[in-house]
């Protein structure tokens, strides 16, 4: 199978399906001529059209906007927000438009949209362009909520994103874009540079949403995580040389509860590691329905690892990140009881 880094899947991913289908359009600010700003959407119009791949102005409401009334008119849009700390002017068009499209119709439209951004820090981008929302859309029934963590997955999870007929909110962590992860976990990433990173199907294939993957076997103790921090924490497992099941969610919404709470009962003990703040994180929605599920396995309370409850600290970039050390502090923690 060819080598492909993050990028490479994802765009791979979009050629197919505007090979594919028809129906598939491509949308956003610099995603044609330009080939976006992380280079996903590179050569895609060129190939496809002009009327496939369509530059937008600096209007993420009208982008999203616009792939609503394009689903609703029988297209299949991949919106694509620069930033996910730009996603917030087309909230109102996510939440309230597209997650009800389907049931304020009672069946009679739907909406068949991804709405892809990158998101998390690592590469010096500042406090306007590093956060991760994850957690507020996962609070939005209608959505579906996808963030991978290899280019394996990218490909399979964006396509079967593509080809799903609700909306999917794809999330996609830069400092994994072109493969950082070749040497310490914990250093910058440098996202302009091409260094494959796992193999990856030349042809069409899906990863199913709404599925987890078992990342690391073990006994000791379960690292319940996503994105990014899938390969902190495998570095800070290897390095304290605990025996730690690692489970990449892949998909927040909806959530696989089942293979959670099998490797969760497993092991006894959890730790949960995601970039974003930890008041109202995501990982307080895992911490709660691992309590609901395993609370009669559970041998130590759950341990949290995540970003600070403040706004992003340029300045401080790293000691914000989880890192290997405090996962470290965590598993500790947790084996300790």
């Given amino acids: 199978m060819p080598q492909m880094n993050m990028i490479q899947a994802l765009n791979s991913a979009m050629d197919i399906m505007l090979g594919r289908d028809p129906s598939v359009v491509i949308i956003g600010q610099d995603v044609g001529y330009f080939g976006g700003v992380f280079r996903a959407t590179d050569g895609l119009q060129r190939k496809h059209g002009e009327h496939r791949v369509l530059d937008a102005p600096i209007a993420e409401g009208g982008i999203v906007g616009a792939a609503i009334g394009m689903a609703v008119n029988g297209l299949r849009p991949v919106a694509e927000v620069q930033f996910a700390d730009y996603i917030y002017p087309a909230t109102d068009q996510i939440v309230s438009e597209l997650a009800r499209l389907r049931y304020r119709s009672a069946g009679e439209f739907y909406a068949p949209v991804t709405v892809r951004t990158p998101c998390g820090g690592g590469i010096r981008g500042g406090q306007t362009h590093s956060q991760s929302p994850e957690g507020i859309f996962t609070h939005v029934s209608g959505l579906k909520v996808?963030?991978?963590?290899n280019p394996y997955d990218a490909k399979g999870l964006l396509i079967a994103a593509i080809e799903a007929d609700d909306p999917v909110i794809f999330f996609e962590p830069?400092?994994?874009?072109?493969?950082?992860?070749?040497?310490?976990?914990?250093?910058p990433a440098t996202p302009w540079s091409a260094h494959p990173k796992g193999e990856v199907p030349a042809g069409h294939y899906t990863v199913p949403l709404g599925r987890a993957e078992v990342t690391r076997l073990g006994t000791q103790?379960?690292?319940?995580?996503?994105?990014?921090?899938?390969?902190?924490?495998?570095?800070?497992?290897?390095?304290?040389?605990?025996?730690?099941?690692?489970?990449?969610?892949?998909?927040?919404?909806?959530?696989?509860?089942?293979?959670?709470?099998?490797s969760v009962c497993k092991t006894g003990r959890c730790v949960i590691a995601h970039e974003a703040t930890r008041f109202s994180g995501f990982g307080a929605e895992l911490a709660a329905t691992i309590q609901e599920e395993c609370f009669w396995h559970l041998e130590a309370p759950i341990e949290r690892v995540a970003g600070w409850d403040t706004p992003y600290p340029h300045a401080f970039e790293w000691e914000y990140f989880p890192g290997q050390a405090r996962i470290m502090r965590a598993l500790e923690a947790v084996l300790e009881v």
């Avoid at 830069?174 to 250093?187: A, H, I, M, Q, V």
């Avoid at 390969?231 to 290897?238: D, F, K, L, M, R």
Wanted: aromatic share 4%; no cysteine.
């Fill in 221 to 262: 103790v379960t690292i319940v995580t996503y994105g990014t921090l899938v390969h902190v924490a495998e570095a800070a497992a290897a390095k304290a040389g605990i025996d730690a099941e690692i489970v990449d969610v892949r998909t927040m919404a909806p959530l696989d509860v089942e293979t959670i709470a099998a």
């Fill in 146 to 149: 996808a963030m991978p963590s």
């Fill in 174 to 187: 830069k400092r994994l874009y072109n493969g950082p992860f070749d040497g310490d976990p914990d250093k």
